[in-house]
């Protein structure tokens, strides 16, 4: 019975979170202050706890994957971390190959 619940809860958090780099991504089309917005909150958000590594250390989708694990665990609001997804994409001109 636990596992059945934390299996939903994932699937839930899943479906909550599925669209936040396509979003990010129309968004920063839609508003370029977006990319602005995500760069301060990147900073003053993740570099109060984290040493920040440089955008195109990571892949858009690892970026993606860090700032929604960092939104449940810190507590970001969703239009703070769509911004900082933005502003992480938006800079991420060199893509990591693995």
Same mark, same amino acid.
């Given at each position: 019975?636990?596992?059945?619940?934390?299996?939903?809860?994932? &699937?839930?958090?899943?479906?909550?979170? /599925? *669209?936040?780099? @396509?979003?990010?991504?129309?968004? /920063?089309?839609?508003?370029?202050? %977006?990319?602005?917005?995500?760069?301060?909150?990147? @900073? %003053?958000? #993740? *570099? &109060? #706890?984290?040493?920040?590594?440089?955008?195109?250390?990571?892949?858009?989708?690892?970026?993606?994957?860090? /700032? !929604?694990?960092? +939104?449940? +665990?810190?507590? !970001?609001? *969703?239009?703070?971390?769509?911004?900082?997804?933005?502003?992480? %994409? /938006? &800079?991420?001109?060199?893509?990591?190959?693995?």
């Amino acid at each position: 019975m636990k596992n059945t619940n934390y299996i939903m809860i994932a &699937s839930l958090i899943i479906s909550v979170f /599925a *669209g936040t780099a @396509a979003q990010a991504a129309e968004s /920063a089309k839609k508003d370029p202050m %977006q990319i602005v917005r995500g760069a301060k909150s990147w @900073a %003053q958000t #993740c *570099g &109060s #706890c984290h040493n920040i590594r440089p955008p195109k250390d990571l892949t858009d989708e690892e970026w993606e994957v860090s /700032a !929604i694990h960092m +939104r449940v +665990r810190a507590n !970001i609001p *969703g239009n703070v971390i769509r911004d900082i997804i933005a502003f992480l %994409q /938006a &800079s991420n001109n060199e893509k990591v190959k693995k």
